[in-house]
């Protein structure tokens, strides 16, 4: 019975051990805005695909390259690039999906003995989803994206690149690009 507690101790405390260990979850972000403007002029924006530099505040230029790849450059330092693809564009919904398929490396480190990239944003294996719908005589927008955090290795993590870095920094993406498009539509 003795051995059989101690095991169960053991046990006990090596579960969170090797559960801390593990590498990225899949992590979901969701933001929405309520825009006092009719849908169909706020979806007239948020559906154009070569337009998203019109309402977002950090995105300087974005080229089509053709009807569903864009590439996204952004403002700050190095203007470092987004390229992403259009999976479905739906009027009668009015919804679009798109993923994001390559960014720019903005540094490299070197942690754990090995060179680490950091990308544009902290993210990988990125899909979102942007939505307009009617309420209360206006709009509600909603983005909404799952992803992994770009560090794919167990723990550690560098600096900017755990989990929760990744879902701070889409949310901020999403929270600053719907208000500036709230702004734009109540104009």
């Known amino acids: 019975m003795k051995k059989f507690l101690h095991l169960i101790t053991a046990a006990l405390i090596a579960v969170p051990m090797i559960a801390s260990a593990h590498g990225p979850t899949r992590q979901l972000v969701e933001e929405k805005i309520t825009i006092n403007a009719a849908p169909e002029k706020v979806w007239a924006m948020v559906k154009d695909f ?15 390259k053709d009807d569903k790849t864009r590439i996204l450059t952004l403002g700050s330092e190095g203007n470092p690039t987004i390229t992403e693809e259009l999976i479905k564009s739906d009027d009668e919904k009015m919804m679009l999906n798109y993923k994001i398929t390559d960014m720019s490396v903005v540094k490299t480190i070197t942690f754990n003995s090995k060179d680490t990239p950091y990308y544009t944003l902290p993210v990988s294996t990125y899909k979102a989803w942007l939505s307009v719908k009617a309420v209360d005589g206006g709009s509600e927008v909603k983005w909404k994206a799952k992803f992994y955090r770009s560090f794919m290795d167990n723990p550690p993590v560098p600096e900017g690149q755990s989990d929760e870095d990744a879902s701070n920094t889409i949310k901020g993406v999403f929270t600053s690009g719907l208000e500036n498009l709230k702004t734009i539509m109540e104009k």
């Not at 337009?51 to 089509?64: F, K, V, Y």
Request: glycine residues 14%.
């Open 50 to 64: 070569g337009g998203l530099h019109n309402w977002h505040p950090a995105i300087q230029s974005t080229e089509l």
